[in-house]
């Protein structure tokens, strides 16, 4: 155990700062849940990826620079040490992009790693159903094969960015007589593809920020299936580790968010005024589990260097960041007194920033990933060893 | 950057955890409530031949030479077998405020004791600022006191002691009845100051240490007992109102360890963060192993009210430690001055925040 950083450590962090230092747009972008703020934040990728830093940790000839986790942590750091953009494309770099490299064959990885980087294609997420959304092993959609290509019948739903996405990587049934999670397969689907259709579905703030995706007779090449025909729920399960267990959700981004929550009780503080004197405890706590959520990060990141896989303790993860993500928007709200209702651009907002929209984004935490209750129920069966029936 | 333990290092771990498995049974820690001293001579030299109370005694004084990082692995085991031996005043306080006294100019005094404490010899009491009471002060040959910002050092001919009877029984606390004088003091003003924040705080991660094993240790006792008793035909543990508890409990748990090993580090590297870091292992270690003992509880029912199951061990370690070496309440406001206010080093880690 040594928590310090090697010279070659510092000097990629200081590598990555000064790039970030010199290339981040000045402005911040609008939504990317908005029509231009979806290209203004795909221009935004493009460069990030001009300059290698897209994915750091993917192989070079796919855009990457052939980082270790622990050095992809140190660009996160960094990317939100500079307040960069949010990145429109996290379901394929963080979810999809690591379970290709696991799954996907040479030619894939080729096809669909380079555009993932750049953004010139941004991918949507499509497991969720009307009737598969915790019960995932309940999809209904199918997948036919006839001839080269799978015709595909059905409905997604809640697919994140699907307004606006290029792709989406979907579960099919690939076996009508199969049920639950056997006969499931991975597929990979032009949004473009005749027999599809999208239509935008608006979240509480009223951006649209996912999608429904209706299949009729939709015919994709029998190539665009991840993994093997039948193993989509194995497949599925690496993605989901991904996404709940490390990816998704960098710890710099609750640090970030803890310390411009410490900088906003300091100044409500010194503007006078009445504060909660609970506050000062619920702030400070909020710090102090943004460190654990790091700490645990970095001693995860060990673990995988040193040849471990991503297991159930991911559920762990996911609830931990979901809940701190909440109590440090409430916090914050709380600050704000009577004026954390108002909408950014009133015209007594200045200040207010943007925890109004960051609490409501951080509601929807326990809810995607697989619901909170879920984890407890993976890591009561699986970690805890307690009985399923 | 590395986070993981040496093959070394878990291998010590496990040489403790199987001897504490084998030893400091539920029924052992019963059979030593009723004793009088609630200490076993025996169990201390068994500790001695792994190297338990020497760990941190450097090669040359007869101990293992080893650091906090060790040592918090080895505490986790203490608290998982609700183990009742001065590990913490001795092994982890006891030693390394010796250790420092030496290279004070106190090499006497440091070359009298480290010895047969890494031997097993001898047992030290630490007494800090945040406790009226000192722990195992009965037991000690040689107590380590402050008075105001001076330290002494006290044989325990020299003191009269008034047990305090404590809720754990595993807990033995004394009031300290002695007069300081030139003879017993061994560091002054600011010196003594620095020595005894240095030892509450290598205290305080003790405690966090042993309360992540506590924690875990009401986690398993609870997952095992559910996934056996039996209502509604079936056992309780497929009830999701009973595995949400323990998952919660689980979470906290875990979000607690990697701050515990984290304040080792600070501490065995002589970190400035060592306050902050230490105190947020206690914090959250802390509560985790309070939430774990309500959750506990809960989920076995009026057995686990009983005084026969084993399960009130573990809860009033939790209870106990949590008041031990700083309240999360002291330890909360100590983290807040801090963070909020600046008065103490505490920097995000990783993450720099701009302008830093
Ligand atoms: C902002 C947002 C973005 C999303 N993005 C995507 C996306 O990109 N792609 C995608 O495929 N999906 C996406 N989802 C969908 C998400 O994965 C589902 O909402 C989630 O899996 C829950 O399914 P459901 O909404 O049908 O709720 P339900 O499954 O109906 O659950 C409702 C409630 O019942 C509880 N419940 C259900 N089953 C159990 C059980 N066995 N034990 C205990 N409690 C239970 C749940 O925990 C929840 O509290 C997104 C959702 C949100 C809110």
């Known amino acids: 155990m040594d928590l310090t950083y090697t010279p070659e450590q510092e000097n990629f962090r200081q590598e990555a700062r000064q790039w970030l230092e010199a290339n981040v747009p000045s402005e911040p972008l609008a939504s990317f849940d908005t029509p231009e703020g979806f290209e203004a934040h795909r221009q935004w990728e493009h460069k990030l990826n001009s300059g290698g830093w897209a994915m750091v940790p993917w192989p070079v000839e796919y855009g990457g620079r052939g980082a270790n986790l622990l050095e992809w942590l140190i660009f996160e750091e960094e990317y939100y040490r500079v307040g960069a953009p949010g990145r429109v494309n996290q379901n394929g770099i963080f979810l999809l992009g690591p379970t290709i490299m696991e799954y996907g064959s040479p030619e894939q990885k080729v096809r669909f790693l380079p555009k993932m980087a750049s953004s010139e294609e941004v991918w949507a997420q499509g497991w969720s159903e009307p009737n598969a959304g915790s019960d995932m092993a309940n999809i209904q959609a199918t997948a036919i094969a006839d001839g080269d290509a799978y015709v595909i019948n059905g409905q997604k739903t809640w697919a994140s960015r699907g307004a606006y996405a290029h792709w989406l990587f979907g579960m099919f049934r690939t076996d009508p007589e199969s049920s639950r999670h056997h006969g499931l397969t991975f597929i990979l689907v032009p949004l473009d593809t005749p027999g599809i259709t999208v239509r935008p579905i608006e979240k509480i703030n009223g951006k649209k920020a996912f999608a429904e995706v209706f299949f009729d007779n939709a015919r994709v090449p029998l190539d665009n299936r991840l993994g093997e025909e039948g193993q989509g729920w194995s497949v599925a399960m690496a993605t989901a580790g991904f996404e709940r267990g490390l990816m998704l959700r960098s710890p710099s981004r609750f640090q970030n968010t803890a310390r411009k929550l410490v900088e906003l009780y300091r100044k409500t503080l010194a503007a006078g005024g009445f504060v909660d004197p609970a506050l000062r405890d619920r702030v400070t706590r909020c710090w102090v589990e943004a460190e654990a959520y790091t700490l645990n990060t970095y001693q995860t990141v060990s673990r995988l260097m040193a040849g471990d896989k991503i297991g159930a303790e991911a559920s762990l993860n996911k609830i931990f960041w979901s809940e701190l993500d909440i109590r440090m928007h409430e916090a914050a709200l709380s600050l704000l007194g009577a004026r954390a209702e108002l909408r950014p651009g009133a015209p007594g907002a200045d200040g207010v920033d943007d925890w109004l929209d960051g609490f409501i984004f951080a509601l929807a935490g326990p809810i995607y990933a697989g619901t909170n209750e879920i984890q407890r129920n993976i890591i009561a069966e699986r970690i805890l060893g307690m009985p399923r029936k | ?356």
């Open chain 2, 1 to 356: 950057m590395e986070f993981n333990f040496s093959e070394d290092q878990q291998l010590l771990q496990q040489a403790v955890r199987d001897f504490l498995e084998g030893e400091c049974t539920p029924a052992a820690v019963r059979e030593l409530w009723e004793t009088e001293t609630g200490r076993s001579k025996t169990f201390w030299s068994q500790l001695a031949e792994i190297g338990v109370p020497g760990l941190l005694v450097p090669e040359d004084d007869g101990g293992l030479g080893m650091d906090e990082r060790d040592m918090v692995l080895v505490l986790e085991e203490a608290g998982r077998a609700a183990l009742a031996e001065p590990v913490i005043s001795t092994a982890a306080v006891g030693v390394p405020l010796l250790v420092e006294l030496g290279e004070l100019g106190q090499s006497g005094l440091t070359k009298k004791w480290l010895g047969p404490v890494a031997s097993g010899e001898a047992i030290l009491a630490v007494g800090h600022a945040q406790s009226p009471f000192v722990a195992d002060a009965h037991v000690a040959d040689l107590l380590l006191l402050p008075q105001d910002q001076d330290l002494h050092a006290v044989e325990r001919g020299d003191v009269t002691l008034t047990a305090q009877p404590s809720n754990d029984q595993s807990q033995r606390l004394f009031s300290v009845d002695w007069s300081p004088s030139e003879k017993t003091c061994v560091a002054q003003g600011t010196e003594g100051a620095a020595l005894q924040g240095a030892a509450f705080d290598r205290g305080v991660l003790a405690c966090a240490a042993e309360q992540l094993g506590v924690g875990q240790q009401l986690i398993d006792m609870a997952a095992l007992y559910t996934s056996q008793r039996q209502q509604f035909g079936v056992a309780i543990g497929t009830f999701q109102a009973v595995k949400h508890r323990l998952a919660n409990a689980k979470v906290q748990v875990e979000y607690a360890r990697a701050v515990v090993y984290r304040a080792a580090h600070s501490v065995a590297t002589g970190s400035p963060q060592r306050s902050t870091d230490v105190s947020m292992a206690k914090v959250m270690a802390g509560e985790a192993a309070l939430f774990a003992s309500k959750e506990a509880l809960q989920v076995h029912g009026a057995i686990g009210y009983t005084y026969e199951q084993d399960l009130h061990i573990w809860m009033k370690r939790a209870w106990s430690l949590d008041l031990a070496f700083g309240t999360s309440a002291w330890h909360r406001a100590r983290l807040a001055d801090a963070i909020i206010d600046g008065q103490a080093p505490a920097s995000a880690f990783g993450y720099c925040a701009p302008g830093s």
